[in-house]
């Protein structure tokens, strides 16, 4: 199939699950390849993502860098967009100016080098504020590598809230601009698309006439799912079918389902009868969407965690609990463990101490923006670092417009 000409074309490295790619391709631009080596989020990427024949989703290191792998795909050599997120983690674990020993930092180098083979118009850079605070040697580096290769650049720091994403996120942006093209003093970052960063809750808050309003709440993102399924081992788990290639492993092929209520509150080990079709004969019938599994939890574990307090910021950053009329803090790997939930016991209130837990797969998407159709494959410390090394797909959309309007289309 050739490529619609029509759109601005985009390449992906570090593409991760699929989240920037996806709001790319939610405001026009034509993604024609990705580059990712963790076999889950390729997975996930397939599927959500790149299920067509003139796309390429590659297993490829781009710290080995080979331009003719792209090149040859119809439509990428006049190259509109090169987006790269590289991981994260070699600048934010680590303080000062010496990055800890760690191989991670030479993916984020080897983007200018991709940027200087294919020469795209524009090209993006996502990390962490860690990178230019904490480690300012590297990100001159990389806007030095930029310049050479023939680019205006600039760093801009955007936090997702601002951009109707229900979470607090401030994430770096390094932004090339090809020399050839507007340089960067006519460039501004997108317009933020909320009024008062201090606003908590939107219960009496109206648009004013730009259209703009405060942030997105915990609640608003998450109050309409239903209560998550109990812990269960995948075989027994009605949603998430075992891949017969690993039995630790789900596939996101098996999406969200029609659940006879009694069916899921019931004994896990002992689940319901299949509900099939539309109706049922007693009980409620109830979409439950996928990854959204319950973490087993024991019950005095449950009674301590119920005294921390709504909106608890953490320390250890793995005691942070959301506030439910608040911007959820940013989402982490944290090595499989998400914050708490604002439901439950907590000081002040009097909610059921079983309520008391963490959040599932799916409500740290709902807070990254993923639609609810998006299901994550692999175990389940896979799919919370799939979601969690996200740029939430709605900031992408607001970036991907912007670059457009400014840059691509003037």
Not at 273 to 301: C, R, T, W
Request: glycine letters at 6%; hydrophobic letters at 35%.
């Amino acid at each position: 199939m050739a490529a619609q000409r029509d759109f601005p074309t985009a390449i992906d490295l570090c593409s991760g699950c699929g989240a920037a790619s996806f709001g790319l391709q939610c405001v026009g631009y034509n993604v024609r390849a990705a580059f990712e080596i963790d076999p889950a989020a390729r997975y996930t990427y397939q599927v959500h993502v790149g299920d067509h024949d003139d796309m390429a989703v590659y297993n490829h290191d781009i710290t080995d860098v080979r331009p003719e792998m792209v090149t040859q795909i119809d439509g990428a050599e006049d190259l509109d967009l090169l987006f790269a997120g590289p991981p994260c983690q070699p600048f934010s674990d680590c303080q000062g100016e010496t990055l800890e020993t760690d191989d991670r930092m030479f993916v984020a180098f080897a983007v200018p080098k991709w940027v200087d083979a294919l020469q795209p118009k524009a090209a993006v850079i996502e990390n962490v504020g860690g990178l230019k605070r904490n480690h300012p040697r590297a990100h001159q580096k990389l806007l030095d590598d930029l310049e050479d290769a023939g680019y205006y650049v600039q760093t801009i720091e955007l936090n997702a809230a601002d951009y109707r994403v229900p979470q607090k996120r401030s994430r770096v942006f390094i932004i090339g601009i090809r020399d050839d093209l507007s340089p960067p003093d006519t460039w501004k970052p997108p317009a933020v698309r909320t009024e008062d960063p201090d606003q908590l809750s939107l219960d009496s808050f109206f648009a004013n006439e730009t259209g703009l309003r405060g942030y997105r709440t915990a609640s608003e993102a998450l109050d309409d799912l239903p209560r998550p399924l109990p812990a269960q081992k995948p075989k027994n788990d009605p949603v998430h079918r075992v891949s017969p290639y690993d039995t630790n492993r789900v596939t996101p092929h098996s999406c969200g389902t029609w659940l006879n209520e009694d069916q899921y509150h019931g004994d896990p080990d002992e689940p319901g009868p299949e509900f099939q079709g539309g109706s049922v004969l007693d009980g409620k019938a109830i979409l439950m969407p996928p990854n959204h599994v319950e973490v087993a939890h024991a019950d005095d574990y449950r009674e301590k965690k119920s005294e921390l307090p709504l909106g608890f910021p953490g320390q250890p950053t793995t005691d942070r609990r959301l506030h439910p009329d608040r911007a959820a803090p940013t989402m982490t790997v944290s090595s499989g463990t998400p914050p708490f939930h604002y439901v439950g016991k907590a000081p002040g209130n009097n909610e059921p101490v079983e309520l008391v837990r963490r959040l599932t797969v799916r409500e740290v998407a709902r807070l990254q923006t993923f639609e609810d159709h998006w299901c994550f494959a692999g175990t389940k410390e896979e799919q919370f670092r799939q979601v969690g090394n996200a740029v939430p797909p709605l900031l992408a959309e607001h970036l991907g417009h912007h670059l457009r309007e400014q840059v691509l289309e003037k």
